[in-house]
């Protein structure tokens, strides 16, 4: 066996950069979470060798093409890796998952997307259409909510979200919730004519406001929604919520004051406290953080326990780590692969959060 190993890191959003100014961890490459693991592994006496990361750059989806995450995840094998880190983005999962099943090499990638998951492709979570439809099911059961409405964008996504809503909320036996389809490109003139039917069926008034899809709603429909003088629960689903934190986006925390959110992470967990205090400057990257350091401690526990240094050896070894505690979820949440499990979050790794003052706060129960 040789005491050194090559991982490679995908990264699928090459146009997407932190601020010149953000020292935060959060915005550091995974090599600096895996170095911090694998360092806490030699503490303890583990054996972890050496690791030299090998960088692959593609622009890929949405902005760019599948065919530069092929042409990446490629470079990464034929530079002899034994195991890749990434794709980050959800939209070039099952792409890259296709070049790991055909050259038989292990990958952890973070996606929604379960269809993506193969026999060398193991998925650290990133929310799913049928998790998150659970777990907003959930809350309403528990909020005492009996009639959701659904707005949804008119894209694949956010009909797969829709759909997987509606089959949940009759399991639960909420009363039937209209979904409605919101054009990606509807203006404020066809704004009101969208919204009127969904907050008035049948005469009765929804008790919950459900907003599906890529991007958090437009402007056009929160201004809608504020003067239709609705005033139940509003909430969004994960990747629509992210898509309000990054910079420049069209709807911003301060835009959605009140509203309710899927995430990843509640100061409820305890070591995604630790990681906070630990990393104070992280706060407006905390879900990348906890993220990132799960990552990272699902690839650091592999290398110590892989029987050897090969792709073969390292597929093998991710199968093997089991219930180490997560930072991102609630308390109890724990990572860990398994021969026919691919999905490493396991628990209840979807919290509620609320959006108070322009920051996003834990509920106090989630």
């Known amino acids: 066996m040789t005491d050194r190993i090559r991982i490679g890191v995908l990264n699928d959003a090459a146009d997407l950069r932190a601020d010149e100014d953000d020292d935060s961890p959060a915005c550091h490459d995974i090599a600096f979470w895996l170095d911090r693991e694998i360092a806490a592994l030699r503490r303890r006496g583990c054996a972890v060798p050496e690791v030299e990361i090998v960088h692959a750059y593609a622009l890929g989806l949405p902005g760019g093409t599948g065919a530069a995450v092929e042409d990446a995840c490629h470079r990464l094998v034929d530079d002899g890796v034994a195991l890749i880190v990434g794709p980050l983005v959800s939209d070039n999962a099952a792409i890259a998952a296709r070049v790991y099943e055909d050259r038989r090499v ?110 958090a709603p437009p402007r056009e429909l929160r201004d809608a929604i504020g003067q239709s003088g609705y005033d139940g629960a509003c909430l969004l689903n994960l990747l629509a919520a992210r898509s309000a934190a990054r910079p420049h986006a069209p709807a911003r925390p301060e835009d959605l004051e009140g509203w ?52 073969s050896g390292l597929r093998l070894a991710l199968e093997q780590v089991r219930l180490l505690p997560a930072a991102q979820g609630e308390d109890g ?29 834990a509920l106090a129960e989630t």
């Open 106 to 215: 292990p990958a952890v990638i973070c996606s929604h997307d379960e269809h993506a998951r193969t026999r060398h492709a193991f998925q650290l979570q990133s929310g799913g259409a049928v998790e998150e439809a659970v777990r907003l099911v959930e809350h309403l059961v528990a909020s005492g909510c009996t009639r959701p409405v659904v707005l949804h964008e008119t894209s694949r996504l956010g009909e797969r979200l829709a759909k997987a809503f509606q089959e949940e909320a009759g399991i639960a036996g909420l009363a039937p919730s209209a979904s409605i389809a919101v054009p990606t490109l509807a203006g404020a003139d066809d704004v009101p004519d969208i919204l009127a039917p969904a907050l008035n069926q049948e005469g009765a008034r929804p008790d919950a406001l459900i907003y599906l899809g890529r991007t």
């Open 260 to 311: 309710l959110h899927l995430s990843l992470v509640t100061e409820s967990n305890p070591r995604f406290r630790a990681l906070q205090s630990e990393f104070p400057a992280a706060g407006a990257h905390h879900d990348t953080m906890a993220r990132n350091h799960d990552l990272a401690r699902l690839v650091a526990h592999a290398l110590a326990r892989a029987p050897s240094l090969t792709p």
């Open 333 to 361: 949440t724990m990572l860990g692969f398994g021969p026919l499990v691919r999905a490493a979050l396991q628990g209840a790794y979807l919290t509620i959060r609320r959006w108070q003052a322009g920051g996003s706060v």
